[in-house]
């Protein structure tokens, strides 16, 4: 992910130059997304996360957000404008309702899925992880499609234990949030599916 700049931005800086879904800040540092958009792949995984997850989650007060969809980590008791660190999951659920609001949510979701793909993976895998760390996101998915793999990180006692690496076969359950998974057979199909009615 490209830098912007060598200055120290915050909350209230976003606001006025971010205007493109992709625009993140980690410690100050604000990284922008070059053209070109998310691939097709990315988009279809991301949207049938969301599906799988919104149907497990009716009924429930948990709930789920796809990017673009501003997530505040404050350190300590930043004032919103004065915070420095503002990221886009590609999904996320968040179970604490009190923390969202009308520019989307401050403080640290409950679960995370990242999709990787070329031009962001380094980014995603190292600044950005980091910051989830940081900010106590209990669990974060990596998500591989060229390898068809899952790389799940789970927090424990403020820092992620080494990772699990998992194969995008079966049921994946959520830790973080109990009752909760992704049937990756199911995604696959669906993924297919809606390849076959393009073609």
């Given at each position: 992910?490209?830098?912007r700049d060598?200055?120290?931005?915050?909350?209230?800086?976003?606001?006025?130059?971010s205007?493109d879904h992709?625009?993140?800040?980690?410690?100050?540092?604000?990284?922008?997304r070059?053209?070109p958009?998310?691939?097709?792949?990315?988009?279809?995984?991301?949207?049938?996360?969301?599906?799988?997850?919104?149907?497990?989650?009716?009924?429930?007060?948990?709930?789920?957000?796809?990017?673009?969809?501003?997530?505040?980590?404050?350190?300590?008791?930043?004032?919103?404008?004065?915070?420095?660190?503002v990221?886009?999951p590609?999904?996320?659920i968040?179970?604490?309702?009190?923390?969202?609001?009308?520019?989307?949510?401050?403080?640290?979701?409950?679960?995370?899925?990242?999709?990787?793909?070329p031009?962001?993976?380094?980014?995603?895998?190292?600044?950005?992880?980091?910051?989830y760390?940081?900010?106590?996101?209990?669990?974060?998915?990596l998500?591989?499609?060229?390898?068809?793999?899952?790389?799940?990180y789970?927090l424990?006692a403020?820092?992620?234990?080494r990772?699990?690496?998992?194969?995008?076969?079966?049921?994946?359950?959520?830790?973080?949030?109990?009752?909760?998974g992704?049937d990756?057979?199911?995604?696959?199909?669906?993924?297919?599916?809606?390849s076959?009615?393009?073609?």
């Amino acid at each position: 992910m490209p830098i912007r700049d060598t200055q120290h931005h915050t909350y209230a800086d976003y606001l006025v130059w971010s205007a493109d879904h992709g625009d993140e800040l980690i410690d100050g540092v604000a990284y922008v997304r070059d053209p070109p958009a998310p691939s097709r792949l990315h988009q279809e995984i991301v949207l049938e996360l969301g599906y799988q997850l919104t149907n497990a989650l009716k009924g429930r007060k948990e709930r789920v957000y796809v990017a673009p969809f501003d997530v505040r980590l404050p350190k300590h008791s930043d004032a919103d404008d004065q915070i420095d660190t503002v990221v886009q999951p590609d999904v996320l659920i968040v179970c604490d309702l009190r923390k969202l609001d009308d520019r989307g949510m401050c403080g640290a979701p409950d679960w995370i899925a990242e999709v990787l793909s070329p031009a962001t993976g380094r980014y995603d895998q190292g600044a950005k992880l980091s910051a989830y760390e940081r900010a106590g996101v209990p669990e974060v998915w990596l998500i591989q499609p060229t390898d068809r793999t899952l790389t799940v990180y789970r927090l424990v006692a403020g820092r992620y234990t080494r990772p699990t690496i998992l194969e995008l076969t079966g049921r994946t359950d959520i830790t973080a949030v109990p009752g909760v998974g992704i049937d990756w057979d199911c995604a696959l199909v669906n993924l297919r599916a809606m390849s076959s009615r393009e073609a």
